[in-house]
T-cell receptor, first 113, second 115 residues
Framework: AQSVTQPDIHITVSEGASLELRCNYSYGATPYLFWYVQSPGQGLQLLLKYFSGDTLVQGIKGFEAEFKRSQSSFNLRKPSVHWSDAAEYFCAVGSNTGNQFYFGTGTSLTVIP | GAGVSQTPSNKVTEKGKYVELRCDPISGHTALYWYRQSLGQGPEFLIYFQGTGAADDSGLPNDRFFAVRPEGSVSTLKIQRTERGDSAVYLC?????????????FGPGTRLTVL
């Protein structure tokens, strides 16, 4: 069965510091992987996605993620965090045999000045 | 252009009542999804429409939940005999095609509280 694990429930970083949010997935075939951000009162917004090809993908707002098949991971990174990045981040895997998405439980990011 | 809208934004009901939640997708989007997000959890897939038909309803938790999309645009999620465990934020998303290949655009959600 497909599943997504985000081991970190909450992370606090200082503004300007680097960020890495962890995501591990379980999926039998080549996965479609996504990162979404959810700000308070806002709908989920797609940051980036991976289907195939280059394992390092670039997204919006300066985010990137690296697909590592050997580790079943798709970690999200940003070199320098801004206060406006404070939000909830969700990793998701989409099935290529259907149209279902499986989301992790999310990581809440707090940015301190 | 307008994004995905959901009404009402908040709904408070009593146990045992019937509720309807509405989703207006982005114009022209053929795919529409419903998710349920409980407190502290990620969105949980409920049902997927392609056009007017429910292409995958395997995520609906039981037969109290039903969704329609009669004209291939607006969708309504219907919950009968509500239970306190149904309290959650219900999210709708639309996509120009298969969501694994296209971006899903999410609405702000409807917060359902069952007393």
């Amino acid at each position: 069965a497909q599943s997504v694990t985000q081991p970190d429930i909450h992370i606090t970083v200082s503004e300007g510091a680097s960020l890495e949010l962890r995501c591990n997935y379980s999926y039998g075939a080549t996965p479609y992987l996504f990162w979404y951000v959810q700000s308070p009162g806002q709908g989920l917004q797609l940051l980036l996605k991976y289907f195939s090809g280059d394992t390092l993908v670039q997204g919006i707002k300066g985010f990137e993620a690296e697909f590592k098949r050997s580790q079943s991971s798709f970690n999200l990174r940003k070199p320098s965090v801004h206060w406006s990045d404070a939000a909830e981040y969700f990793c998701a895997v989409g099935s290529n045999t259907g149209n279902q998405f499986y989301f992790g439980t999310g990581t809440s990011l707090t940015v301190i000045p | 252009g307008a994004g995905v809208s959901q009404t009402p934004s908040n709904k408070v009901t009593e146990k045992g009542k019937y509720v309807e939640l509405r989703c207006d997708p982005i114009s022209g989007h053929t795919a529409l999804y419903w998710y349920r997000q409980s407190l502290g959890q990620g969105p949980e897939f409920l049902i997927y429409f392609q056009g007017t038909g429910a292409a995958d309803d395997s995520g609906l938790p039981n037969d109290r939940f039903f969704a329609v999309r009669p004209e291939g645009s607006v969708s309504t999620l219907k919950i009968q005999r509500t239970e306190r465990g149904d309290s959650a934020v219900y999210l709708c998303a639309s996509s120009p095609g298969l969501a694994v290949l296209n971006e899903q655009f999410f609405g702000p959600g409807t917060r359902l509280t069952v007393l």
